[in-house]
């Protein structure tokens, strides 16, 4: 090469060097010097970021400002759509639940079937769990319609892609969460809680095996805190919000990971214990570093509210109940001859007669809210049904109970006076020979009542009166006045699940698509037998209405609403009158009075005989399926002379009312024991001012 070229080359390339040091230059010159100011100022503009601030929910206390729930920060652990393995999850899954296990720690798993084989299937007909599993098949692909539990556990194992080789332990395991995903609707918009209140040890573990769980986080929030182990059937349940659920509620303004009441009182009173997410409004530079923190909108805590109840009280007819039904099994089972080996669950009713408010609902067998979700296996496999809330949903004969129905409607109708006498002849023939029944005391010992009148039928629970008695009143005019006591229809109180029972006679009968009412079916309804099936509060609200005189109030478990900070009532619940019953002074005396009788001299008597409160009341013994001992029915009332509370206990298959009227006793001893006490918290607590 020349050297001519060479040095044209070499001046080239320099000449490309200067002018390129002049163009960096000039650009430096520009972004420190000329628009220096402008390039500072856009660099130091803010991002602002806004996150949603949770709001507590209100708390539940008793009568008395005692209470129920609160609430408390715990450690969550959460599934994070974004960085969630979905090809590794069910590993991810099963290693995560056995060690929550391991720690002795529930989460959520609401799929209703057994967790071992053979499965089968572990909900009421028509509960929420089997509407959910029907909702969730009917919205899946392929799914198989009405399949059994081994059916349906075979179609999720193929449906989440389980390993076959898996122990059938460990593939329940994982179709149960993700199940339970799939209802709650996790994806990148919506985060799963896994777990909550897990300790700091389990958090340790999490954070340090991090890499063995991919998309699982842990975060802090606020779960209900149960300052009770009674009243689970009330105080109810809360938990993450279903899909369905939000579809419905998103429009008053629920996040998607809201937490709701899912049944009992927590469920009749969202609108109040609802609070409402305020912004936090976060400003970061471009770079992410946060500059400023501005809370825009403070979360609105909910209302708390204040029911009816006298935890105390509940507790003692929850104990009651467990400790009587306990005993009557045991000697059942030690000595034959008395019966009742066979013994189930059992309810408990306290109304108070002058306002319809809820004193006391309790249930045997119940269960513990603070550890529904790790006894939930349990629960759902528990023949006795704890979960069942049999004071509301469960309808039974009522028995000799009903027999104030049929004393009321004759009085009032004129069919007999407090002085009239039926004579009791052991045996009804009035349609013979085609049909006889006969009275109990002629079935028993071939015995009669004798001469009786309607207080003394009452106390001796002469079958024979009120066979006549009905026969004349029809069932037409029975049935008016069993409708006016609320009999046969629900009472309206707040929670969810009310049974509607069954008023026996041609209405029903006609709705059932059964043959014609006959005349003689009269007289089995009339003492409380034939289709007559009533709840435990329907039965407690007749005898409330009997024995105030005949006012008819709604029972009710909500007294009032207080503001957040309890220094407001935002609305009280006042006496609601559904209906009222004409009812003459004397014929109101005559039933009073054989009530009375009843206590002091007749089947309840070797309970309350010498009770220093006198008490009215009156047993059942409701007749069931051959083989099978009858239901033990005790409606009552205290005191006899300006009645306060009235009270229904059942036993299912205890053989007599005079058996659980021993629940009724340690109520009225609960109750009448610690008005001294009450009186003190009355005076001394601002809720109640």
Known sequence: MKESSKIKRLLILCTLVVISAFIMGGKLVDLEIVHGKEYAERSERKILRSYPVKASRGEIVDRYGRPLVTNRMVFSVRFDYVYWDKENQNTVLLKLAKLLKGKGVSYYDTLPVSFSKPYKYMFEPDSDQEKKLKEFLASSKKAPVNPSAEGLMVWLDDKYKIDKNLPESDKRIIAGIRYEMEQRDFSAYNLFTFADDVDIDLVSQIKERHFEFPGVDIDVQEIREYKTQNAANIIGRVGQIYKEEYATLKEKGYPMDAIIGKDGMEKALESDLRGFDGVRSVETDVAGKVTDEISSKNPKPGNNCVLTIDIELQKAAEQSLARNIQKIKENGERNPRLGAADIKGGAAVVIDVKTGEVLALANYPTYNLETFNKDYGSLLANPLKPMFNRAISGAYPPGSTFKMVTALAGLEEGVIKPGTVIVDRGVYDY?????????????????????????????????????????????????????????????????????????????????????????????????????????????????????????????????????????????EEKPFTVDKIKMEPENYQAIMRGMRNVAENGTAASVFRNYPIPVGGKTGSAQVKKGSSAHGVFVGFAPYDDPQIAVCVIGENAGSGNRMANVAKDIFDCYFGKNEEVSKIVQEDVLLN
């Open 431 to 571: 349609y013979a020979p085609n049909y006889t029944p006969a009275c109990w005391i002629w079935n028993e010992r071939r015995g009669t009542h004798g001469p009786q009148t309607v207080s003394q039928a009452i106390e001796n629970s002469c079958n024979y009166f009120f066979f006549d008695v009905g026969r004349m009143l029809t069932i037409d005019r029975l049935n008016q006045y069993a409708k006016k006591l609320g009999l046969g229809s629900p009472t309206g109180i707040e929670l969810p699940g009310e049974a509607k029972g069954n008023l026996a006679g041609p209405e029903s009968r006609e709705k059932k698509g059964g043959d014609p009412w006959q005349p003689g079916e009269t007289i089995q309804a009339a003492i409380g037998q034939s289709e007559q099936q009533f709840t435990p509060i329907q039965l407690a609200s007749y005898v409330a209405t009997v024995v105030n005189g005949g006012t008819r109030y709604k029972p009710h478990l909500l007294k009032s609403v207080k503001s957040s900070d309890y220094s407001r009532t935002l609305r």
